[in-house]
């Protein structure tokens, strides 16, 4: 099969509308603050009818399948990654600049550049290294108070883990070189290091700046993530 012609197979861009562009961006960022208090919430626990006292009888639902929480680890670090082009288009639609460019900005930044290693790698099946250190999502971790029961499906990479107690039980997701022994620590901390960097560029250039709701509420959200309160996506109208 022959190689095929690059530019002549490009798809066309469509012409970005500023304030659809700013849409969709007020749009991601809601995602993103929501996935991050996912991934720093404590795994709940549900009661096993039937089990006696004594014995463990709390279901560690969330850990059933530790492949999935690594998946919204990279799907999480895709997004924050991503950010920048929708930046990008809104910065050009509105006739901004800034210096150093967003693809500047990602370049020097490592959080950055390795939440797109993560989510590239994903999505070419690996080679994607930008950051130089090939990362990658390492195993749960998380320390029960107690006893533990576990069954494993080593085909499926799946189990069902009972824990003795009715606490919700925090857990960690590490992010480590692929190519040496360096290790990233908490893979929410990385990748909330990143976002910091789009959310200094989105206050400088006011795109949030209207009066509308949406606005407003954005910034609230965003002060709350600066200030590290949790959960940063809160109602003031839903309790």
Not at 53 to 82: F, N
Not at 139 to 149: D, S, T, V, Y
Not at 150 to 158: I, N, T
Not at 189 to 195: G, K, P, R
Request: proline share 6%.
């Amino acid at each position: 099969m022959g190689r095929k012609d690059k530019a002549r197979n490009k798809l066309p861009r469509m012409r970005v509308n500023a304030d659809e562009m700013a849409a969709e961006i007020r749009s991601e960022l809601r995602s993103i603050l929501r996935r991050m208090d996912d991934l720093r919430r404590p795994m709940p626990v549900e009661l096993v009818e039937g089990v006696p006292e004594g014995e463990p009888r709390y279901l560690l639902r969330k850990g059933a399948a530790y492949e999935s929480i690594q998946e919204d680890v990279i799907t999480l670090a895709g997004m924050v990654w991503h950010l920048k082009d929708r930046l990008k288009r809104w910065m050009a639609a509105s006739g901004l600049e800034c210096s150093p460019t967003i693809e500047e900005m990602a370049a020097a930044h490592k959080p950055m550049l390795i939440c797109g290693d993560l989510i590239d790698s994903k999505k070419h099946g690996g080679g994607c290294n930008r950051s130089g250190y090939a990362p990658k999502v390492d195993g749960i971790g998380f320390r029960p108070n107690g006893l533990m029961a576990m069954k494993y499906d080593g085909a499926l990479k799946a189990g069902e883990i009972l824990v003795m107690n009715p606490d919700p039980i925090p857990y960690t997701v590490e992010i480590v070189s692929g190519v040496c022994n360096a290790t990233f620590g908490p893979a929410i901390d990385l990748i909330c290091n990143a976002f910091e960097q789009w959310c200094d560029l989105i206050d400088k250039a006011d795109l949030l700046g209207g009066g509308d709701g949406e606005s407003v509420q954005l910034r609230r959200l965003l002060q709350r993530f600066k200030n590290g309160t949790t959960p940063y996506f809160h109602s003031e109208l839903i309790a």
